[in-house]
């Protein structure tokens, strides 16, 4: 009986495998048969020239902008390529403003990465503390996890480029090298960045200092408190990355120009199922990048990591948000003439804010309080 069960499951594997390898014969054979046609294959049209160089550029420029290390995107093709070659995702974000409270200095210059890095954060309007430590080192696991991803999206353009030969379409191999350049162009321009950061992190922590308050408003009116060192906000925070081979930036710059340039020209050029091919490839790993999955939010370079916490449960009234930071009287001073404090005439937000300030348990109801005549 044994004998019969282990023969009628070797005859089903057999036959199981059988039937695969026929099914992938058939598969190849149509495929071989349908390959020369592809080049021909054009049912419809598709502005593909314009989804490249409009979609998703807003959405590519802050989330790489902001400098934080992916699992799985470091070297994701990506929509609207020029962002990076032109250095926009370097730019300050303008309606920033940080309040140096300790030191009495309101800034707007802030770096354009630390700009971004804060738009993309769950901020809540005024409970958000944000700190800054150093890095922990990045696990063997994480390492691996990003060069296989990076692997599979090189061998995704490499294939596109090798479909593109098989055909006969030498608009479309370009327009895979072009796509396949620029990923490099990227990783090149962002890693730089962040070897700079680094530097300036490492600076920063050598140079022994003592830790600043301060607040950040937000174009969208949210504010967020900061507690960090004086040398981190200053080499970090307020001072753009200062790539260490200024040379090999511009090069690198220059190159994606030229990728950019021979990427549109070559897919206007190709054939249509490259066309779609290569805008389902760009669509999709934008969307993974903008919508920052496996990302590690808080790690910008290997010194510097941002913690985000939001202070669930705190009332999220802003002037809790500034008693809790026990200010001196000086200290409040400089929030009255940053106009963030009322003026000292409003006698009865002072005398309630002083109170609550005593007990800080009672900003729970500060918006109770202040309704009180």
Not at 166 to 194: C, H, K, P, Q
Request: aromatic share 12%; charged share 20%.
């Amino acid at each position: 009986m044994f004998t019969f069960i282990l023969t009628s499951l070797v005859r089903f594997s057999s036959d199981i495998f059988v039937w695969l390898y026929l099914q992938a014969l058939s598969f190849a054979t149509a495929f071989m048969y349908f390959l020369p046609h592809l080049k021909e294959w054009a049912p419809f049209q598709i502005d593909a020239l314009g989804l490249i160089t409009i979609v998703g550029t807003v959405e590519v420029d802050r989330a790489i902008g902001r400098l934080v290390r992916s699992a799985y995107a470091e070297f994701a093709p990506l929509l609207g390529a020029y962002t990076i070659a032109s250095n926009q995702i370097a730019e300050t974000i303008p309606g920033f403003v940080l309040y140096n409270i300790t030191d009495g200095i309101k800034a707007v210059d802030l770096t354009g990465w630390f700009t971004r890095w804060l738009t993309c954060q769950p901020l809540q309007y005024n409970a958000t503390v944000i700190t800054t430590s150093l890095s922990s080192p990045l696990s063997l696991r994480d390492k691996l996890r990003r060069w296989v991803f990076g692997s599979i999206h090189i061998t995704l353009m490499l294939g596109i480029m090798a479909l593109a030969g098989v055909i006969g379409d030498w608009w479309g191999f370009m327009n895979g090298a072009s796509i396949l350049v620029s990923v490099l162009v990227r990783y090149t321009i962002v890693e730089l960045n962040r070897r700079a950061i680094d530097d300036a992190a490492v600076k920063a922590h050598e140079e022994s200092d003592e830790d600043v308050k301060i607040i950040v408003t937000i174009p969208n009116g949210k504010a967020v408190t900061i507690h960090t060192r004086r040398k981190i906000l200053l080499y970090c925070l307020l001072t753009n990355p200062r790539p260490k081979y200024p040379t090999v930036y511009k090069v690198a710059q220059f190159i994606g120009w030229t990728a950019f340039g021979c990427h549109i020209v070559a897919l206007g050029m190709s054939t249509l199922v490259l066309q779609i091919l290569t805008v389902v490839l760009l669509a999709a790993s934008t969307v993974l990048v903008t919508y920052r999955v496996g990302d590690d939010e808080g790690r910008i370079s290997r010194h510097l990591e941002l913690n985000c916490i939001n202070a669930e449960g705190q009332p999220d009234f802003r002037a809790f948000a500034y008693a809790r930071l026990k200010m001196t009287e000086k200290e409040e001073e400089s929030m009255l003439l940053w106009n963030l404090f009322p003026h000292r005439s409003n006698e009865k937000w002072w005398s309630r804010y002083m109170e609550c300030k005593g007990d800080i348990s009672k900003f729970q109801n500060w918006d109770r309080i202040l309704s009180f005549s």
